[in-house]
Every structure is written in C-alpha cells, then in structure tokens.
C-alpha cells in the first residue's frame, strides 16, 4: 500500500487540496496527526472526494488556529512525540502535516521529526509567488539533510517557468502535478486533478 506524507513549504500553500487529490485517485485513507483551528482539514477532505473516505482521528486537536506548539498551550497541553504513531490501515494512506517541515510541535520537535518518526514518502506543495525559491530551497535543503524520501514536487498556481526550472534542478525531485487557479474547489475539480495524477503515478510506475 502507498503512504504518503503531505507537506509545504509554507502554511496555506494547498497542502489539503493536494491531499484531497491525492485520496481521491488512490481512494486513500486519509490522516491529520495534529489539527489546530478550525475548520477541520478532515471536514475538507471529506466534503472534496467522491466517496466515503476513511478518515483517521487526529492524534492532537486545538482550537487555536495557531502553530502546534502555541495551540497546545493555550489550551495547558504539550504535545508528545511518542503518543503521535502511525495509523494501521490496509489501504493507502494520506497523512497531512501542519504548515511546513520546521512547523514545532513542541520546543523540541518539529513536523519534520514526524515524517522521520513515520519513515513515510514525502510530496511536497510548493506555491508559486514572489520568494517561493528561496523557500522551497530551504525546504528542500531540510529534506535532503535528514536524508527524507521524497515522492515529487506538487507546483500550485500561476505558472512561473523559470522558477519551477530553477527548484526542479536544485531539488532533482520529479514534478507530479501543477495545479492552476481555480473560480471554485469542488469534488468535480479534484476528480479531474486526481485523474492527471493518477497518469503520472502510473507513468511513474508507482502504481500498476
């Protein structure tokens, strides 16, 4: 079964609607380790897919729209590495982290300490604006330091040819998806992202 680990290099980059996309063409499982603020990116997923999906419960929940660390202890809780373990599934599982890899989860411990934890297949959303090299290198220089795997770069937003260029030649990772500004976000347009990835993937010969 295909595990993934889903990513950013910043907060609102799209991770939910890559993992939406990404559930939706493997018809995965689907798991938010830790939730802070609302609404819940599982209520997204659920509302984007075309199916009843598996949805694991979050190890840690907040209602602070905050950091893990800071929504922790607004509430008088820390978060526990240790108390945080993979889900069992016997299908293919989406796990989606919070903001990007250095994100704390506690003053020790960041997101990307969950992925080296889980030993999981990264994708990494990276979102296209003015400064995005600067920190999608940085992200993918975190990568490569721990040694994290990585399954490919998922691009969000107006195209920039020489940016993508540019991250994709540093990185050396494989681009899996661009996806472009849309009007709305529906099931209808997750489906027919779900379906260029799912060519990919094949192509790719992830899945048979």
Not at 65 to 74: F, I, L
Not at 124 to 135: F, P, R
Not at 154 to 176: A, C, K, M, V
């Amino acid at each position: 079964m295909l595990q993934y680990f889903v990513t950013a290099i910043g907060t609102d980059s799209g991770k939910t609607l890559t993992s939406a996309i990404f559930v939706q063409a493997l018809q995965a499982d689907y798991w938010k380790p830790v939730q802070s603020g609302l609404p819940k990116d599982a209520d997204t997923i659920a509302q984007l897919v075309d199916f009843p999906v598996c949805i694991h419960p979050s190890a840690y929940e907040f209602a602070k729209p905050a950091s893990p660390h800071d929504a922790a202890k607004a509430e008088n809780k820390q978060i526990h590495l240790s108390e945080i373990n993979l889900v069992e599934t016997k299908n293919h599982l989406i796990v989606e982290g919070a903001g990007g890899l250095l994100v704390p989860l506690n003053d020790e411990h960041f997101v990307a300490d969950l992925i080296q934890k889980f030993d999981l297949e990264v994708i990494l959303v990276i979102n296209l604006y003015l400064g995005c090299i600067n920190h999608s290198l940085l992200s993918i220089q975190e990568l490569k330091r721990r040694n994290l795997k990585v399954k490919g770069i998922i691009f969000n937003g107006e195209p920039n040819e020489e940016t993508q260029n540019i991250i994709l030649r540093h990185s050396r990772y494989d681009s899996l998806l661009h996806i472009y500004p849309e009007k709305q976000i529906n099931k209808e347009v997750v489906k027919k992202y779900a379906a260029i990835l799912l060519e990919k993937l094949e192509n790719l010969s992830v899945i048979a």
